[in-house]
């Protein structure tokens, strides 16, 4: 008979195991909250708009494409997608913008324009990031399940690129001079939800994977990955129940045995957990039974920053935007500061727009668009009361959003709907209303953050951004691949 594997969430990391154990011949069933697939990788739909709820960037697809590819599909078949050229427009609070070309080359052309002396930099800047990918990628494709495994010879080997003392943006600084190049090759570091300022050296990879790799656009958005993998699952025999929350995982001694619904008891080999993890600790596990991760322990981890998120059905096109824009406030440092350690509202705030119906006019009705609005704000806390900044703050985002030629947005605007750090929080499940999850300073990466084969209790996995390697789409479908070796791994040798 099968042996049964339960997955609790189908955000990308619970659907690309679904997909890798399915096809490994295990009876697999996912349980899923919402009334449909993707978590924070889906879709927001009304009046014939269609939003990305979270995920925008699909980086270095490599990943996914070989995880379809081992279970015997075609990734760029079943989810047409686009290499979007150019990448983004950066415009800067502190003047000047940089259109960022995929091409290298042309990329030279561009920051010629805005800092010529340092223009050819940005050819040693790849050079220089793709051997430390090279180098570093091994880490990021195997589990850490204790300190031994930080003396792999592939960590050592990159141990001179980590630089544990520099951050990304003293890193950057030793590239290139002009203060604006340095913010436009360490603002990624926004999709861990940190600052440059405090992220670690080692995240110069993720500008450095955006002009190598590419940054694709899938065709109705990055939650069409999500529905592929969903579809693809299914076809492999796995099972999703949607509208069905687990709630409580259920436990025999220290082995997790299965889950209970509304519906009943599930008993199974082995439970995977892809809802956020600070949430699923705090709330479908006993602290008592936690040894590590227990709430106090939890509570006292760095956690990213939130989000608040305006969704835009506008009337007309908005030719002065690009598909993917970034405005970098003008007191950029304080910006960050608010955010991760007064936890104030800026006034003035860095915000990302997309405009995905420059690539893609599937996103919403003839001649009207979609527009998604990012503003990078502080997680939940007690200074900030969402219930009253709520209408306020949406306020401050349309007002920037003059700053890109959208002044008359407002008046065009024929959908709305408004996401902060407190729906992230209740509505989403979301612990602390922290998109990116546990942050991704050195204290919280490796085997210092919660294991793949999860530390506290036998057959429990975890995937998604709270695990290792840490959040973003790429390394979370690394996640799922690392944790279902560990418990295809574990299953067999108990059979054997
Ligand atoms: C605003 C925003 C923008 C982002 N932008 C990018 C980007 O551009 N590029 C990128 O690579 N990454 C981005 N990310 C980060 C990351 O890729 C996504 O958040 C990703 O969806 C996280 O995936 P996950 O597998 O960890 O789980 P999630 O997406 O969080 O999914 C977890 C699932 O578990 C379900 N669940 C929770 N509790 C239960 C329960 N008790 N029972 C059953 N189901 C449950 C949830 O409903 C959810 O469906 C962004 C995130 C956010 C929020």
Redesign the pocket.
Known sequence: MAQRVLI???????LATAMLLAKAGLEVTV????GQ??????AIEGDGYRFD???????YPQVLEEIFAEVGRDLHREVPMTRLDPQYRLSFGAGGELLCRSDVEQMVAEISKLAPADAPEFRRFMAYNRVKLEKFAPCLQTPFLGWSDLMQGRLLAVLPYLKPWKSLHAELASHFRDPRLQLAFTFQSK?LGMSPFECPSLFSILSFLEYEHGIWHPTGG?NAL?RGMARVATELGATIRLR????QILFEGRRAVGVR?DQGEFRADAVVV???FG??MT??VPNALRRRWTDEAIAAKRFSCS?F?LYLGVEGRCEQLQHHNIHIAAQYRQNLEDIEKRHVLTEDPSFYVENPCRTDPSMAPPGHSALYV?VPVSHQHPNIDWQKERARYRQVALRQLAKLGLADIEKRIRFERIVTPAD?ESK???YRGA???LAHNLGQMLHLRPRNRFEDFDRMYL????THPG????V?FESARISSRLLLEDLHRRRD
């Not at 697939?37 to 889906?42: E, I, L, M």
């Not at 069905?244 to 709630?247: F, G, L, T």
């Not at 995937?463 to 709270?466: H, L, R, T």
């Open positions: 609790v969430g189908a955000g990308p990391g619970g349980f899923e909250s919402q697939v993707g978590g924070r990788t889906s709820l979270g995920p925008t960037f699909f980086l999709y990055c999500t069905e929350p687990v709630k619904t892809n809802a956020d949430y699923a709330t479908l989000t998120m990012l992230w989403v499940g979301i998109t990116f999850n995937v998604g951004g709270g959040s973003g789409l790429p979370i």
